[in-house]
């Protein structure tokens, strides 16, 4: 089970240019959401999906698109990068996990995609 | 909106001690209240849930309360070592919307 997977892990990108953070989870979750932390602040949500087909803006999405095609995958495209867009953005999937007979609706994270952007 | 506060923003302790962080939110209509680890450069780590009908979650030196009627939860960690050094967010799930809502977090440094 290895619960939220984000790729790649450090990138460096040029103003103008474009990718997409990939975020696949294996704990059949529907809720999954993409957040940017700048250093020294909080969380900022950028997009959140509540199932296969359906997302929703956040806080901060300019600049940003996503897609959820399967329930596995929401992956995050930047258009056009822009120096404003440094930042480490992380994954999460919300839903059920066991700890032993015990199940509980958990907010679980990937490790985080540290993007520059110069 | 929910607004959730963690004060203070920094903590330095010297090994052993006990100490308290605290998460405060501004409506009571919460799911649940959960606390997380972040170490420099890494990811959240889940340390413990409390669910809307529980008080406290108890794992190892670590206890969570939650008061919904006052809107405090507390972080008690026992025996503080180096180890913990790291920053503690509160993040808050309320029972109606589909988003959380975290805090900035406490910077905890547990001095050798």
């Known amino acids: 089970n290895a619960g939220v997977t984000q790729t790649p892990k450090f990138r460096i990108l040029k103003i103008g240019q474009s990718m997409t953070l990939q975020c696949a989870q294996d704990m059949n979750h529907n809720y999954m959401y993409w957040y940017r932390q700048d250093p020294g602040m909080g969380l900022k949500l950028i997009y959140y999906?509540?199932?296969?087909?359906?997302?929703d803006k956040g806080e901060v999405p300019n600049g940003y698109n996503v897609s959820r095609s399967t329930t596995e995958d929401f992956p995050l495209r930047l258009e056009l990068a822009a120096p404003s867009q440094t930042s480490v953005y992380f994954c999460?999937?919300?839903?059920?996990?066991?700890?032993?007979?015990?199940?509980?609706?958990?907010?679980?994270f990937g490790a985080g995609s540290r993007l520059t952007v110069l | 909106k929910q607004e959730v506060t963690q004060i203070p923003a920094a903590l330095s302790v010297p090994e052993g001690e006990n100490l308290v962080l605290n998460c405060s939110f501004t409506d009571s209509a919460i799911y649940n209240l959960q606390w997380f680890r972040q170490d420099p450069g890494k990811g959240l780590t889940s340390l413990l849930l409390i669910q809307s009908s529980q008080r406290e979650q108890t794992s190892g030196r670590l206890n969570a309360s939650l008061d919904k009627s006052s809107g405090r939860s507390t972080l008690y960690i026992a025996a503080s070592q180096p180890g913990d050094s790291a920053t503690y967010l509160c993040a808050v799930r309320p029972s109606t919307g589909n988003q959380f809502y975290f805090g900035t977090g406490t910077s905890l440094t547990v001095i050798p």
């Open positions: 999460a999937s919300f839903g059920r996990r066991w700890e032993g007979l015990a199940g509980a609706n958990v907010l679980t």
């Open positions: 999906s509540v199932g296969a087909g359906i997302t």
